[in-house]
T-cell receptor, first 112, second 113 residues
Framework: GNSVTQMEGPVTLSEEAFLTINCTYTATGYPSLFWYVQYPGEGLQLLLKATKADDKGSNKGFEATYRKETTSFHLEKGSVQVSDSAVYFCALSLTGANNLFFGTGTRLTVIP | ETGVTQSPTHLIKTRGQQVTLRCSSQSGHNTVSWYQQALGQGPQFIFQYYREEENGRGNFPPRFSGLQFPNYSSELNVNALELDDSALYLC????????????FGSGTRLTVV
C-alpha cells in the first residue's frame, strides 16, 4: 500500500539550531513527495515538494531531497526561528491519483 | 484570490445526529477534496469532487457524502454520527490543471458526544 512514516514529536529546539525531521514512504508507484506545515489555528500550507528522484525541494530555508534508494524525504533547516514553530506533515501523491497520503505530523517548538 | 473558507469553525453534535459542513473554494478551483484529521494524526482522504461529480473516495463508509456546487462551494454530510467521527475536517481545493496546488481551509472541529 501507500503510506508515510515520519519521526514522532514533539521536537523542541533552541533558536538557530539545526532541524531534521525524518520521513520515509512506501508507495505502489512513483510518488511525488511533499512537506506541509500547519500553524496554530490555520490550514495546511504546502512548504515544498519534489516530483522525481534526486529532486530537491526548498522554501523559506527548508530543504528536502527525494531519495528513491532509501525511500526518504527528510526535512532540514540550518537555523530555525521561533516563527517556525508548527506541525509539519510529510505526504505523498501518486501520479494520476486524487489524494494525498499524510504522515502523522511532527510538532516543532522553537524556544528563544 | 480569497482562499478556502470553512464553516462552522467548531461544532458539537450528539451521537446519531446528522451534520453538514461547508466549504467555499477559491474562484476557478473546480476540484475539492475533504480530509478527516483525528487528534494527533495526519489527515485522511475522504473523497474528491470534480465539476460536481465524485471522482475519488477513501476508506470511509457511505454515511459520509458530499456535494459540490457550480459556485465553487461544497458540503460534507455525515449521517448517524459516531463518537469516532470527532475530528478536524479539512477542505482542500485546486484548479484541476494545477496538480500539486491544493489550498487548504482552516477546518471545522467536530465533536460528537
Amino acid at each position: 500500500g501507500n503510506s508515510v512514516t515520519q519521526m514522532e514529536g514533539p521536537v523542541t529546539l533552541s533558536e538557530e539550531a539545526f532541524l531534521t525531521i525524518n520521513c520515509t514512504y512506501t508507495a505502489t508507484g512513483y510518488p511525488s513527495l511533499f512537506w506541509y506545515v500547519q500553524y496554530p489555528g490555520e490550514g495546511l500550507q504546502l512548504l515544498l515538494k519534489a516530483t522525481k528522484a534526486d529532486d530537491k525541494g526548498s522554501n523559506k530555508g527548508f530543504e528536502a531531497t527525494y531519495r528513491k534508494e532509501t525511500t526518504s524525504f527528510h526535512l532540514e533547516k540550518g537555523s530555525v526561528q521561533v516563527s517556525d514553530s508548527a506541525v509539519y506533515f510529510c505526504a505523498l501523491s501518486l501520479t494520476g491519483a486524487n489524494n494525498l497520503f499524510f504522515g502523522t505530523g511532527t510538532r516543532l517548538t522553537v524556544i528563544p | 484570490e480569497t482562499g478556502v473558507t470553512q464553516s462552522p469553525t467548531h461544532l458539537i453534535k450528539t451521537r446519531g445526529q446528522q451534520v453538514t459542513l461547508r466549504c467555499s473554494s477559491q474562484s476557478g478551483h473546480n476540484t475539492v477534496s475533504w480530509y478527516q484529521q483525528a487528534l494527533g494524526q495526519g489527515p485522511q482522504f475522504i473523497f474528491q469532487y470534480y465539476r460536481e461529480e465524485e471522482n475519488g473516495r477513501g476508506n470511509f463508509p457511505p454515511r459520509f457524502s458530499g456535494l459540490q456546487f457550480p459556485n465553487y462551494s461544497s458540503e460534507l454530510n455525515v449521517n448517524a454520527l459516531e463518537l469516532d467521527d470527532s475530528a478536524l475536517y479539512l477542505c482542500a481545493s485546486r484548479d484541476q490543471g494545477a496538480q500539486y496546488g491544493y489550498t487548504f481551509g482552516s477546518g471545522t472541529r467536530l465533536t460528537v458526544v
